[in-house]
């Protein structure tokens, strides 16, 4: 009797005891400070800035701006002759009579379809290749942003801008210019090695 007695007196105690002990852990699990708990790091990049500021996406614009400027030049001048033509047709006509007006003004009209073509199938040549490049260039920001959260520990980095995905955000969490600076010297570093390999040759 006296040993039920003491089983069933250890078995309330042992209970007892399990209860403080859950009670406890609960306790100082609720009473972890602040800084005990992992904060989420979060940023942003105004991704309009980025592209105005990224020296890459510059030259980029740089050179299909000039590559626009060559290809149009001779477009340009036959465009010019054109007009030149247009201009003294009216004169002409009248010196000329209405059989050779309706022949030169047919001529005319075929030519201006011709230089709009022409400006078109330019204008889209022209688009397709930067447009290429562009979306390389853009993925290769994605993939360097990516990179970069990893390693300086961000939980998320949003982008704002043209395709805003943020509506409001504290200007601490701005790092575009760190990016913008991040991906600059990224950017002029190969140069660097090549400027370096060409004086020790």
Known sequence: MIQEYQKSNFKNRSKKALVLI???ISIVACNKPA???KEVKTAYVDTSELMKEYTEAKDLESKYKSKSEEKGKQ?????????QEAANFQAQAQANGQAWAQQKGAELQKREQQLGYAQQALSQELQAES???????VSGVKKFI???GKEKGYAYIYGTGDAASILYAEDKFDITKEIIKALNDKYKAPAKTEEKAAVKK
């Open 22 to 24: 859950a009670l406890s």
């Open 35 to 37: 800084e005990a708990v």
């Open 75 to 83: 477009l340009e001048a036959e465009i010019n002759r054109f007009k």
């Open 131 to 137: 447009g290429k490049e562009m979306d390389s260039l």
């Open 146 to 148: 990516k990179a970069y």
